[in-house]
């Protein structure tokens, strides 16, 4: 247990649906990242946060995608209109610097599954 | 562009050595690496910084080689505990670019 939570663990959804996910960083990490992983693959960056500020967006981050971290503290992944394509294992990362570089710290992660 | 690891898959016998590696076609600055068990979420293991000295955890070390742009992962007297698959992530600004994942099977 990294000391990152994330909720739901599992979600399913109808196509067109729309979900939201919910990460709890640890709280004394300035940074928070998302990722998605699809089986087979490593994961795949999405956005990430520093403080409540959100610095970078992957250009895979379609508009139906929408992240917040309100307070820099937990933060909130909503997809809108969901697709098959969708479905995936979506994480998050809670980091701090140590050293020259973030070390990033992992939660179990939200599986979604759009039928 | 993500780094490219190799092999894609190593099966040992517990004992065994193997070492794992990370390539990059853009300039690396450093190299973190993380451990995937099945159903888990990646855990950190540790992270290389160009210029930087070889790193550990447990029995397992690394290296980077700037001229080779590349890292490389050694477990040493691998144990059953160390299966999973091995990603290696190179930051670019604030976001990171994993690789594919180096599958590692230890047997008994």
Request: overall charge positive.
């Amino acid at each position: 247990d990294t000391g990152v939570s994330q909720n739901p663990r599992h979600k399913i959804t109808k196509r067109g649906q729309n979900v939201t996910f919910r990460c709890d960083p640890i709280s004394e990490h300035n940074r928070l990242y998302w990722y998605r992983q699809t089986l087979g693959q490593g994961p795949e960056f999405l956005t990430y946060f520093q403080n409540e500020a959100q610095l970078e967006k992957s250009r895979l981050l379609s508009d139906r995608f929408s992240a917040e971290r309100p307070k820099g503290s937990f933060s909130t992944l909503e997809i809108q209109r969901t697709e098959q394509g969708d479905s995936a294992m979506y994480l998050c990362a809670s980091g701090y610097r140590g050293g020259l570089s973030y070390e990033q710290y992992f939660g179990p992660g939200t599986r979604l599954t759009v039928t | 562009q993500q780094p490219v690891q190799s092999p894609q898959a190593v099966i040992l016998r517990e004992g065994e050595d193997a070492v794992i590696n990370c390539s990059s076609s853009k300039a690396l600055y450093s190299v973190h690496w993380y451990r995937q068990k099945h159903g888990e979420a990646p855990v950190f293991l540790m992270i290389l910084l160009k210029g930087g000295e070889q790193m550990r955890h447990e029995k397992i070390s690394a290296s980077f080689n700037e001229k080779k742009q590349q890292s490389s992962l050694y477990l040493t007297a691998s144990q059953l505990s160390y299966s999973g698959t091995y990603f290696c992530g190179s930051p670019s600004r604030g976001d990171m670019r994993f690789g594919a994942g180096t599958r590692l099977t230890v047997k008994p």
